[in-house]
């Protein structure tokens, strides 16, 4: 996971307010697991109306606890293969602020098999911790940082039901093909991070 480095003027408060968030309030009903739990047997049968459902009901829950407008869920088909010039990316979900819409995709982009449970659970949190960035606390974008990856994964790992791993970071000289808060890349001067879990 490669970090956005810090805007140099604009954005820059809320940048650093992000960047301090270390974990997230959860649910203790257990309402997310069962959900999840939901999601994984569905997204074996590899029907996308059963998916779709599950992962809005796993979204109703996730709004709902946080007190934030509900957002909407597209399942896609196969993943989407971006070309950059440093090589072929593949596209796990996004967000769009604009419309409050999240899309993930359920199967790999070659061969297009089913995405693994682990991967599309985490990346169904990621997408809603996007959500989260703009209408529980309100910053102007959603980036790429300690503050959103370290929140996500307490989500994820919460909802999986799994222990929490630490998110250590390493830096990266250069800084160039970081990743933006909605699924595109952009050269960037300056340094960013690594994150890698342990």
């Known amino acids: ?9 604009t954005n820059r408060t809320g940048f650093l307010k992000s960047d301090r968030i270390k974990s997230l309030d959860l649910p203790q009903d257990g309402c997310l697991f069962a959900i999840a739990k939901s999601i994984e047997s569905t997204l074996r049968t590899a029907k996308p ?3 779709y459902r599950a992962c809005a009901q796993f979204l109703d829950g996730a709004s709902t ?3 934030v407008p509900d957002c909407v869920i597209r399942v896609l088909a196969a993943r989407v293969l971006r070309l950059r010039e440093r090589g072929t990316f593949e596209l796990f979900g996004d967000y769009a602020p604009e419309t409050m819409l999240i899309g993930v995709w359920m199967r790999t982009a070659e061969p297009k098999e089913i995405t693994s449970f682990g991967i599309f659970l985490s990346t169904l949190c990621h997408e809603f911790c996007h959500h ?3 209408q529980k606390f309100g910053y102007p974008d959603s980036w790429h940082i300690r503050g959103f990856y370290e929140p996500a994964a307490v989500l994820y790992h919460h909802a999986r039901g799994t222990p929490q791993k630490r998110l250590f970071g390493v830096s990266m000289a250069g800084g160039d093909g970081a990743s933006t808060g909605r699924g595109r890349t952009r050269p960037h001067a300056g340094k960013s991070l690594e994150w890698q879990t342990i």
């Open 1 to 9: 996971m490669l970090t956005d480095s810090p805007p140099r003027k």
């Open 49 to 51: 109306i059963d998916l």
């Open 65 to 67: 606890f946080y007190n």
């Open 132 to 134: 989260l960035d703009f």
